[in-house]
């Protein structure tokens, strides 16, 4: 079965420091991964997707994330926090199956701090 | 621009009433979909649809129920049977392959009076 765990709830950095955000998934195929991006009363907004191409994903605002499929991690990172990174974060995985259907981490709140 | 319209963007409801949440997609996509998001619980799927005319439930389907007659169509309706309607909806969609990532409309935000 597949699932997705965040390792931590709430993560403060002080800005221009790097940011680290912890996913682990589970699954029994090769996964299509995700990190979306929520900020207060909005919808998630997509930051980037592995779908089994390179490792190394880039996404936007200067995110990146790393598959690594022996630790079964799909960490996001960020050289440089910025206050506009304050936000709530959502790893999510696809469930490989005939039903397009996705499961959500719980999320990780960002604090910036100035 | 294309894009996914939930409205309206604050709901309330009286006790023993249904409420019906608006979702509308411009972005031809095929499959849509009803989550329910609750402070630190992330988001858990209510009902979905891969195509006009069918739709499955999803992990926490009672007291919901949802029509699909048009593609770009997916109303979510809360009835008096969901005994703890207060959260946030989000509505999504999806294009073809299961690669793809959906895509999320604003929510709408349900609270009881």
């Known amino acids: 079965a597949q699932s997705v765990t965040q390792l931590d709830s709430h993560v403060s950095v002080s800005e221009g420091t790097p940011v680290l955000l912890r996913c682990n998934y589970s699954?029994?195929?090769?996964?299509?991964l995700f990190w979306y991006v929520q900020h207060p009363n909005k919808g998630l907004q997509l930051l980037l997707k592995y779908t089994s191409a390179a490792t190394l994903v880039k996404g936007i605002n200067g995110f990146e994330a790393e598959f690594k499929k022996s630790e079964t991690s799909f960490h996001l990172t960020k050289p440089s926090a910025h206050m506009s990174d304050a936000a709530e974060y959502f790893c999510?995985?696809?469930?490989?199956?005939?039903?397009?259907?996705?499961?959500f981490g719980t999320g990780t709140r960002l604090k910036v701090l100035a | 621009d294309g894009g996914i319209t939930q409205s309206p963007k604050y709901l309330f409801r009286k006790e023993g009433q249904n409420v019906t949440l608006s979702c509308e997609q411009n972005?031809?996509?095929?499959?849509m979909y009803w989550y329910r998001q609750d402070p630190g619980q992330g988001l858990r799927l209510i009902y979905y649809?891969?195509?006009?005319?069918?739709?499955q439930k999803g992990d926490i389907a009672e007291g919901y129920s949802v029509s699909r007659e048009k593609k770009e169509s997916f109303p979510l309706t809360v009835t008096s049977a969901q005994k703890n309607p207060t959260a946030f909806y989000l509505c999504?969609?999806?294009?073809?392959?299961?690669?793809?990532?959906?895509?999320f409309g604003d929510g709408t935000r349900l609270s009881i009076l």
């Open positions: 972005l031809n996509h095929d499959a």
């Open positions: 999510v995985v696809r469930i490989t199956s005939g039903t397009y259907k996705y499961i």
């Open positions: 999504a969609s999806l294009q073809g392959s299961g690669n793809q990532p959906q895509h």
């Open positions: 699954s029994s195929y090769s996964p299509s």
């Open positions: 649809s891969q195509i006009v005319n069918d739709f």
